[in-house]
């Protein structure tokens, strides 16, 4: 088993959302390369409270890369530097003995920080309750196998369906924009046969919605490089697709009425 | 309160209980349902589907998580699957074999009525969750695809990839979006529950601490619904989330809602063993891999040869050689005690010692590497992330760990605690699986509850509450578990010693691991409970917790969490001590039979303990609801 030794953390501190942030230097003379992230975190904020002094706030919960509670700017870096991981599933593996790290919260415009790494992600369930959804009454659905699924659909579903809503893709777009984490509940939704009758009017609010809250996407592609589910940038084209025809349509059904 | 256990079981036939239960329940009206308002504490796959159903039927819902959204509950990391009596597969499932697997997997020991339900309701769920669009797995003719899980001869389990969990609970949670988006529920996030409020012995309400600025507050209701999960962190290490714990269930015990069986703790046979003392957690991996990856450990204790060097001649497959219809795929109690006997045996693989193989060459080899990628391709990368290691080239390496907890608040057909209008779904109830759960059963159920149970069987409560007014939060009861509340709170900031929460659970952990794990007997249960107390007392003394109670401060919530723990421990192992038998999860080595297996005890032990709480931890009291069989013959569970 290897360790690391001497490494140094700068970590953002703020008291809370209106107050003065800043950096604060820790030493972690040794950890073992098969700790994670977090546990150093963990082990730092353990030697905090001993020495009488306030732990490091972050948010976290299941530690297995599928909850999307855990959130920070490692080195500038969207959960930091492996592809394709959440903060808590990084190893310590992946760093050397003396490195340098900055930690940082999510840097959006819609996340406000509460507490040091702690952020407000709440618009991104804005976003869902405006459209996130397939409207099926408890109790009143027809065989599950009626409808049968072509592989590939499903599969193709599922694929935008893995989004953790951690929110990295705001965090790492130059806008703040949240056009990747929206894109993915609008495909895995409006691919799926079950997601025909509402596509158009959920595309139109969910995009509304967003846009209230988040900033405009320019096609950068931070998005896709920083999201831990590796969310392709594709699922942004289906909803700009079905955003353009739900204003149409949309518009042609009212008139109907 | 002095408790009364009435199981309320529906008459009839075992097949008939639940739809006579429906036709003769009494009801609440549509107009009516507005008039009522109910809490839902926690937003996991239970509360979030309880919430959603009840705000749908157009009762007032207040839902309340302590995460900051409730897409992120534990139910989230439920990777292998969920479970239907469809027959889909043709290979003769129907609801009487659900049944009867779901009580022979819990040794005998749930009640038979509850587990009839839900696999009666469990092909409704599959419908429900299809047609808010879970993308479960297909096959190519776009059917429905389903896998076989331990404890069953019949494929029933339906998934999506390894992210079966996250997939319901973001269907739960975008049902419970949609009512929150209409106004029909108000949602409290980074809100804990911390106490339970009774008036004229009834639930009223709650009372609350807000995670953001320490705020406590009163809510008060019609009924109350707790489905606020496990305790398996108990143990400190588990593969529960980080956040999961027994406050809520445990303050309403405190109040009055019976404990039943907090000895049933299921310890999962595949997970990654510990890597150092750091560790934070455990991480599970899927038993669904156990249909095709085959676990052994070399037949010398002094093996030194990488895995693939070691001949098959000197490998055991200890349990396709003990189990050989069963195999592999033993039920999770079964193989966790294997597992234990062959590292306590000095055959554990790995640096510590402390796993044993799961090995997918073969399946490789019979599938194509593609196919056994397609089915496990993410747990494959959570293996290889956690340990640096590709199990395409070597074995996995696995150890039991502490996984989930059949225990939970005694609640009786409706799902009713023992205090009237406190109801209690999913995990945190001790319902449906008797001494031992079934994989891919708990999901199953805590949907169970929330969207097809608990809208029918609350009804009768709260239709004699109609035009009731509910109390109201100035009421002297709230004030009073206010004060208490905050003094709580702040007599942990005060205590100033030298340890933090941490450090307490971890050492409380061990020692429930130790004595009340996988296998216990009663000289070690008696000194846990020696042990717990005295720990419990330095926690009092020498608890260190810093920052203040108006801003965020998780180490303050740590504390709060660990001192119930400190109770919750005592009572797992005070009930299992009392239980002077072996059954599923709960193995006293001084009741097994020759070959080391379980033995059951029916003529004295086929009872729920149901414990009250006295004020003293160390003198709970005892009750009994007797376990009665009308369909199913008792009979020793056997998978060999
Ligand atoms: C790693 C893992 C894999 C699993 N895989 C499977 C599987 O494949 N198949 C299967 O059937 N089961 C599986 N299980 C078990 C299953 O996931 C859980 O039993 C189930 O999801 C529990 O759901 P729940 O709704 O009861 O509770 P949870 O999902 O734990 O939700 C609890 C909710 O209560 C809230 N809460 C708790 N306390 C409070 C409080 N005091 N105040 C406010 N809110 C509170 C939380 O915020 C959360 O919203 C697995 C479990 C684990 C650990
Ligand atoms: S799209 Fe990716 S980065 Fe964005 S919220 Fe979903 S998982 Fe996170
Ligand atoms: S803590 Fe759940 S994804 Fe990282």
């Excluded at chain 1, 392709?232 to 204003?247: H, Q, T």
């Excluded at chain 2, 919750?568 to 599923?584: I, K, T």
């Amino acid at each position: 088993m290897s360790t690391l030794t001497n490494i140094t953390l700068k970590v953002w501190r703020q008291d809370g959302p209106d107050e003065q942030g800043r950096f604060e230097t820790h030493q972690i003379p040794e950890i073992p390369a098969e700790a994670s992230f977090l546990e150093m975190l963990d082990f730092l904020n353990e030697r905090l409270v001993a020495e009488n002094k306030e732990a490091i706030v972050f948010d976290h919960d299941c530690r297995e890369g599928i909850c999307g509670t855990c959130s920070l700017m490692i080195d500038g870096r969207a959960h930091g530097p492996q592809h394709g991981t959440a903060t808590c599933q990084l190893h310590m593996r992946t760093f050397a003995s003396g490195d340098e790290i900055v930690i940082e919260p999510w840097r959006a415009a819609a996340f406000p920080i509460i507490k040091d790494l702690m952020t407000d992600r709440a618009p991104l369930d804005r976003i869902i309750e405006a459209g996130g959804f397939i409207t099926a009454a408890t109790g009143g659905a027809p065989d599950a196998n009626l409808i049968p699924i072509p592989k590939p659909v499903a599969d193709a579903s599922m694929d935008a369906a893995a989004c953790i809503g951690c929110g990295a893709c705001v965090a790492a777009c130059p806008n703040g924009a949240a056009n990747l984490f929206t894109g993915a509940k609008i495909a895995h939704l409006n691919l799926l046969p079950q997601g025909q009758a509402e596509r158009f009017q959920r595309s139109e609010a969910m995009v509304e919605t967003m846009d209230e809250y988040f900033g405009s996407c320019t096609n950068h592609g931070e998005c896709e490089a920083a999201c831990p589910k590796e969310i392709s940038i594709d699922v942004i084209a289906v909803m700009n697709a079905d955003y353009l025809k739900s204003k149409l349509k949309n518009r042609k059904s009212l008139s109907r009425t | 309160m002095s408790i009364t256990l009435d199981s309320k079981i529906p008459e009839g036939p075992m097949a008939d209980k639940w739809s006579n239960y429906i036709a003769s329940q009494k009801l609440v009206n549509p107009a009516n349902k507005r008039k009522f308002k109910i809490i839902v504490v926690g937003t996991g796959l239970a509360g979030a589907s309880a919430a959603a159903t009840l705000g749908e039927l157009g009762y007032q819902v207040e839902a309340f998580t302590f995460h900051d959204s409730p897409r992120r509950a534990h139910s989230i990391a439920a990777q292998g699957g969920i479970n239907a009596a469809k027959n889909y597969q043709g290979d003769g499932d129907s609801v009487h074999r659900l049944f009867y697997d779901t009580v022979k997997g819990g040794d005998f020991r749930a009640r038979e009525a509850n587990v009839h339900r839900l696999a009666e309701v469990s092909v409704n769920i599959i419908d429900q969750m299809v047609a808010q669009g879970v993308p479960f797995a297909r096959e190519y003719g776009g059917m429905l695809s389903n896998r076989s899980f331990g404890g069953a001869q019949v494929s029933r389990t339906f998934y999506a990839r390894g992210q079966t969990g996250q997939q319901l609970l973001i269907g739960a949670y975008q049902q419970l979006a949609r009512q929150i988006g209409l106004g029909n529920v108000t949602l409290w996030n980074r809100t804990e529950m911390v106490d339970v409020v009774n008036i004229d012995g009834r639930c009223a309400g709650i009372v609350t601490r807000d995670l953001l600025n320490g705020e406590v507050t009163s809510h008060s209701a019609h009924a109350v619904v707790l489905a606020t999960g496990g305790y398996g962190n108990a143990f400190y290490l588990s593969t529960n989330a980080m956040a999961c714990n027994v406050t809520a269930a445990w303050r309403a015990h405190r109040r009055g809602a019976a404990f039943a069986n907090p000895c049933y703790t299921q310890i999962h046979p595949t997970c990654i063993p510990q890597a150092d003392d750091f560790q934070s957690k455990l991480t599970l991996m899927s038993e669904s891999l156990r249909n095709d990856g085959r676990i052994w450990v070399p037949k010398n204790p002094d093996e030194t040869r990488s895995p693939d060097q070691i001949p098959e001649a000197d490998r055991d497959y200890y349990l396709e050689r003990i189990y050989p219809s069963f195999g592999n795929l033993a039920p999770r109690d079964v193989s966790s005690r294997a597992a234990k006997r062959a590292v306590d045996a000095g055959q554990g693989v790995g640096p510590l010692k402390n796993g044993v193989y799961l090995d997918f060459a073969d399946a490789i080899s019979r599938l194509g590497l593609d196919v056994v990628w397609e089915r496990y391709s993410n747990l494959f990368e959570m293996y290889e992330r956690i340990t640096g290691e590709d199990p395409r080239v070597v074995p996995m390496r696995i150890y039991p760990a502490s996984h989930y907890t059949m225990g939970g608040l005694w609640v009786d057909y409706e799902l009713q605690t023992t205090i009237p209008g406190l109801f209690c779904a999913g995990e945190a109830n001790f319902s449906d699986h008797g001494a031992n759960r079934l994989g891919a059963s708990a999901l199953m159920q805590g949907l169970s509850d929330g969207y097809f149970v608990l809208p029918y069987t609350m009804a009768p409560y709260l239709s004699e509450w109609l035009n009731k007014p509910i109390p109201d939060t100035s009421h002297e009861a709230f004030a009073a578990a206010e004060a208490e509340a905050s003094d709580r709170f702040a007599r942990y900031l005060a205590t100033n010693g030298t340890r933090g929460p941490d450090h307490f659970h971890r050492e409380l952990g061990k020692i429930i691991w130790d004595y009340c794990g996988m296998d216990r007997n009663k000289a070690g249960l008696e000194k846990a409970l020696a042990e717990i107390p005295a720990l419990h007392d330095e926690f009092q003394k020498d608890l260190n917790v810093t920052g203040s109670d108006t801003s965020v401060n998780q180490t303050l919530e740590k504390a709060a969490r660990v001192d119930d723990f400190f109770e919750l421990g005592m009572l797992m192992c005070q009930d299992a001590l009392v239980r002077e038998e072996s059954c599923g999860g709960h193995f006293r080595s001084e009741h097994q039979t020759q070959e080391g297996e379980a033995k059951r005890d029916d003529e004295n032990f086929a009872h729920v303990t149901a414990w009250e709480w006295s004020g003293d931890m160390a003198a709970p009291i005892e009750h009994r609801e007797p376990l009665e069989y009308e369909v199913m013959k008792f009979q020793t569970r056997s998978y060999k």
